[in-house]
């Protein structure tokens, strides 16, 4: 049983991913997370010597606050956030148990380089359809919640992405793109460290509906579905992503926790009544 105020690495760890996964702040001092740089998963490392000029960004919010051990650091900066208004935990261990329990963790060297206010900007080419939805569903859960997605023409993802400093994605000729039977997708949860069973079935899922193989997996045809029908539904690419966010979010859950559940039509009784046969 954790202490009051304190989250322990099972606890976070079925909350990240999630839509409402809390904040986490990586306050590791630089000696620590220079000897081991790999990230907390959609983590955002903050000066913990600077909490009281930031703490007011977090009023109102979850946050959990990690530090190398989960002691002096995570302590403090969690108490001075709860004292500017935010619901903050210190995560029991630190960096040191969650990596000690094989935890995802997002690789530091495959992350662009963030802007002004301290997000990834990403673009692509417009009108999405999979790969371009769940790139960037797996980019916000996973690796930047702030990050930003730009979608232009495709004739001009190039030139955007010299001109505005943002990462292309999903056309072809760059890094994060198709790769042999893979898709964009599949890149991405390779080059950031986050092989995790739930999301290699996700991939293999989006692998299915992208590359027109619903072989793959059965849930490959009906998310093709759902995602043409969203395309229908939305003019706008961004309303389109934020649709398209939830649709990953319940993939996502079934995928980590309910594969094994059936469902079926209740079977009436001679009396008239039903049960469940689940």
């Not at 322990?8 to 000696?31: H, K, N, S, W, Y």
């Not at 301290?118 to 080419?125: E, H, K, P, Q, S």
């Not at 080059?191 to 991939?203: C, W």
Request: glycine share 8%.
């Amino acid at each position: 049983m954790p202490a009051p105020d304190t989250i322990t690495t099972a606890q976070l760890a079925r909350l990240v991913g999630l839509p409402d996964a809390p904040v986490l702040l990586d306050v590791r001092i630089e000696e620590d997370y220079a000897a081991d740089p790999r990230l907390f998963p959609a983590s955002l490392r903050r000066e913990a010597r600077d909490v009281t000029a930031w703490m007011a960004d977090y009023a109102g919010q979850h946050v959990v606050v990690a530090c190398q051990r989960g002691l002096k650091l995570s302590q403090g900066v969690a108490a001075w956030l709860r004292h500017g208004g935010a619901r903050a935990e210190v995560l029991e261990g630190g960096f040191e148990a969650w990596a000690a329990e094989g935890q995802l963790l997002v690789r530091p060297d495959r992350l662009p380089t963030r802007d002004a206010e301290g997000r990834t900007v990403w673009v692509t080419r417009s009108r999405p359809k999979v790969d371009r939805i769940a790139c960037p569903w797996l980019i916000r859960r996973f690796v930047d919640p702030l990050a930003v997605f730009l979608f232009v023409a495709p004739s001009e993802v190039g030139a955007v992405a010299e001109r505005f400093g943002a990462v292309p994605f999903d056309v072809e000729g760059v890094f994060w793109s198709h790769r042999g039977e893979d898709c964009t997708f599949d890149v991405m949860v390779q080059e950031f460290g986050l092989r995790s069973e739930p999301l290699l079935r996700l991939a293999e899922i989006v692998r299915g509906a992208d590359t027109a193989r619903p072989d793959l997996a059965p849930q490959a045809a009906g998310l093709l579905a759902a995602s043409l029908g969203l395309s229908r539904m939305h003019r706008d690419d961004l309303a389109q992503l934020a649709a398209g966010m939830d649709l990953y979010d319940a993939f996502y859950r079934w995928s980590r926790d309910a594969v094994a559940e059936t469902h079926n039509w209740p079977v009436g009784t001679a009396g008239g009544a039903g049960r469940d046969v689940r």
